[in-house]
């Protein structure tokens, strides 16, 4: 897991409140992508991001924003949440989303979000 | 478009039995076949893919997975459980023009002692 790594572990918010979840991988590779996980259901792909271009918008609430600065890091902002938004929030990372679908995702340990 | 199936929520073996967790897909073309594991609080870990070649896959921690094109199957197996592996196994499956990895339910495996 040291591969790809996400800070903080475990976040408590308001639905007022305005925060951020940041991801870093260290394998120098240049695709990530955030993901939402909720118990008892599929992983969702949220965002994906290609040499630093956002690549994928899977139809997610304005009220998250990703940012990817550089192809190491990736940012996900979130402000006005809901309790409905309450998940495990998942980065990873692949060598390069478009070479074709041999490539495998590497994930980090995961935010776990709680809105209250 | 591509979907994964794993039938069953919940496996339970003993300790040192085989254990099997079953994954039936669809994808359009040659399907790119992955298996990951969750331990809790924890984020998903790569175990082992299937790309092409010999449909007998070997991966980590002993495990190994078997496709079977004829009847679209990516199960995931290994010939005697210990307790550690314990965790949420999740199937996935990519076409050959496709980034997005589409992901099964997950099933948790528990082997008791």
């Known amino acids: 897991e040291t591969g790809v790594t996400q800070t903080p572990r475990h976040l408590v918010m308001g639905m007022t409140n305005k925060k951020s979840l940041k991801c870093e991988q260290h394998?120098?590779?240049?695709?990530m992508y955030w993901y939402k996980q909720s118990a008892k259901k599929p992983l969702e792909l949220m965002f994906v991001y290609n040499f630093k271009e956002q690549t994928e918008n899977n139809s997610v609430p304005s009220r998250f924003s990703p940012e990817c600065p550089n192809s190491s890091h990736l940012f996900l902002h979130l402000h006005t949440l809901q309790p409905e938004d309450s998940a495990l929030y998942l980065c990873?990372?692949?060598?390069?989303?478009?070479?074709?679908?041999?490539?495998?995702?590497?994930f980090g340990p995961g935010t776990r979000l709680l809105v209250l | 478009a591509q979907s994964v199936a794993q039938p069953e929520d919940q496996v339970n073996v003993a300790e040192g039995n085989p254990l099997t967790v079953k994954c039936t897909y669809s994808?359009?073309?040659?399907?790119?076949l992955f298996w990951y594991v969750q331990y809790p609080n924890r984020g998903l870990q790569f175990l082992l893919k299937?790309?092409?070649?010999?449909?007998l896959v070997k991966g980590s921690y002993g495990f190994e997975a078997e496709f079977n094109k004829s009847q679209t199957s990516f199960h995931l197996k290994k010939p005697s459980a210990l307790v550690s592996d314990s965790a949420l196994y999740f199937c996935a499956v990519r076409g050959n023009n496709d980034y997005k990895l589409s992901f099964g339910a997950g099933t948790t495996v528990t082997v008791r002692a």
């Open positions: 299937y790309i092409t070649g010999d449909n």
């Open positions: 990873a990372s692949s060598q390069d989303s478009a070479s074709g679908g041999e490539e495998t995702q590497y």
């Open positions: 994808v359009s073309g040659n399907p790119y």
């Open positions: 394998l120098g590779h240049n695709a």
